[in-house]
């Protein structure tokens, strides 16, 4: 995870606080936790806290309901959307998987180049290093 993400999905704000910050009653957030809508972390006294991830998925879940979204919709919604978010993390994780191994096979491919033209030419490393750079066929200049 993240290091901004570890900050967003803090468990920071009470009930009273998550109610004010997303304009809902705190009994409608009780709902929306008992039907799996949201997960707010706990104290040890038990008290519901709630982070900036959870505020941002109430007021989507807001938004979702005030659009005429029965909270079935809404919880497929969420799926499909957090499905996405994990399907963008492993895309870009795939690409910096391809760019390392290009560059290993750019690395390999000169590693080639210079023990092939080694083997063919002279014990001269100069010479080696010309014809690998198309400096010229290393005879004197």
Same mark, same amino acid.
């Given at each position: 995870?993240?290091?901004?993400?570890?900050?967003? #999905?803090?468990?920071?704000?009470?009930?009273?606080?998550?109610?004010?910050?997303?304009?809902?009653?705190?009994?409608?957030?009780?709902?929306?936790?008992?039907?799996?809508?949201?997960?707010?972390?706990?104290?040890?006294? #038990?008290?519901?806290?709630?982070?900036?991830?959870?505020?941002?998925?109430? #007021?989507?879940?807001?938004?979702?309901?005030?659009?005429?979204? #029965?909270?079935?919709?809404?919880?497929?919604?969420?799926?499909?959307?957090?499905?996405?978010?994990?399907?963008?993390?492993?895309?870009?994780?795939?690409?910096?998987?391809?760019?390392?191994?290009?560059?290993?096979?750019?690395?390999?491919?000169?590693?080639?180049?210079?023990?092939?033209?080694?083997?063919?030419?002279?014990?001269?490393?100069?010479?080696?290093?010309?014809?690998?750079?198309?400096?010229?066929?290393?005879?004197?200049?």
């Amino acid at each position: 995870m993240a290091r901004s993400d570890e900050g967003r #999905n803090k468990p920071l704000y009470m009930i009273s606080v998550a109610a004010e910050l997303t304009g809902m009653h705190p009994q409608t957030l009780r709902v929306y936790e008992q039907k799996g809508l949201v997960n707010p972390g706990r104290s040890r006294g #038990n008290t519901r806290l709630y982070s900036q991830a959870d505020i941002d998925r109430l #007021n989507l879940i807001s938004k979702l309901t005030d659009e005429g979204i #029965n909270l079935a919709g809404v919880v497929r919604i969420i799926d499909m959307r957090e499905r996405e978010l994990e399907l963008q993390d492993e895309v870009e994780q795939l690409r910096e998987k391809v760019r390392r191994m290009e560059e290993e096979l750019r690395e390999y491919r000169v590693q080639e180049r210079i023990t092939s033209l080694a083997r063919y030419d002279s014990s001269n490393p100069e010479a080696v290093m010309r014809k690998l750079l198309g400096g010229g066929s290393g005879d004197g200049e």
